[in-house]
């Protein structure tokens, strides 16, 4: 990207929807707004341009982030709080481990925070902005999220006890895993879990028409926390930024990577690394057996459709969320399939790999995680050298019912899951219906 026409003082950043029928705003209004009004999502009007050399070699997980976002806030009102931001949202790291074996892998691994799953980086950063935006009503705000699992938990944790916030999260009932499920409902106070008799896609309309119904709104303060809010894309950026810095830094060379795919959120933000100058090499998209995105890079036309269930559920998108701002990010279409790839792998070949690296390396994979292993798996076959991080996004032991099958043993839990595992969980019934979750706001105290 030319920095020839920058300034010398970095211009205050400006948001601009995909649409392009948005006026620009600061980095607060688009994080507090979620969604774009003319229905497209915020993007920075242009990505600023970063130099290696400018990031603490001995700094945290929080320090690069908060030199990699300085960009993204300038001018903002959030601009001076950033620093204290980061270091509150992410306080727990996101290693990149070198694997015994196979030769020549390592693992980005994103499940140490307190929900196990690569959501925390984004939900604790969305609450850490939240929390200290002004607001000039003084009711407490209501953040709706649908999940198909990892989200809700990650919000919910993030949100949990946060003053004048109240979290509402909807889910397909019967449709995530036990111990899924068993997180979503063990928050209590500000936290309401809500089980719908219905799918996903049911979850996602009803928190929708619950946004754009003006009357309610003015009954009910209510915003969203869903994948295409700034506030959980752009802190998923650092985790990519902190690894292939320490990469470069100690053997001169880009990082590889390979993304476990659904809704793009996770591989936009390493893209956005990669297109601010920062060492990324190649990117690599693993997705399940739905197969929207390697159609398209196949090169058959844009066909959201439909998402169909697999074993890596988390990762069940037909018509990926974020498609809108990697079209805008590239484009031109020949060159953005030049620059990424994306591959589906099915429930077959994602239980084969778990139960392979567990026998031959002793290394247990999550089903999504296992997507991307099986195209490093790939890559190695087709004779690749190059230094590949595949990136882990969640623990196995969530998705125990899965993976103990697999590798023939209990797996250990996280002492932050286990803590959630033991309190009790509570979750309300809810009919799939616009009007049942309209009914249910209106009631709340
Ligand atoms: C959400 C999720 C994904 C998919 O991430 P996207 O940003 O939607 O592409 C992959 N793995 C796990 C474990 C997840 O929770």
Redesign the pocket.
Known sequence: MSTQDRPHRPPAAAYVSTRGASPAVPISQAIAAGLAPDGGLYVPTQLPALDPAAFDPHGSLADTAATLLAPFFAGDALAGELPAICAEALAFEAPLRTLPAPADAMLLEL?HGPTS???DFGARFLAACLRRLPRADTRPLTILVATS???GAAVAAAFHRQPNLRVAILYPDGLVSPRQAHQLGCFGDNVQALRVAGRFDDCQRMVKAALNDSALQAEVPLSSAN?ISLGRLLP?MSYYAHAALGWWREHGTALNVI??????????ACLWVRAMGLPIGEVELACNANATLPDYFAGADYAPREAIATI?N??D?GA???FERLRWTFPDQAQLRRLLHAHSVDDATIRQTIGRHAREHGEVL?P??ATAMHRLDQLRAAGSRLPWAVVA??HPA?FESVVEPLVGHPLAVPAALAAMLARPAVAEPMAAQDGALRQWLRQLD
């Open positions: 499940f799953a690569f959501k699992g990892d989200t994948s998923q993304v476990p795919t659904g809704n793009l959120g996770n591989a936009m890596a988390a990762m998108v990926p969320s974020n999550c999504h995680t996004t969640a969530k």
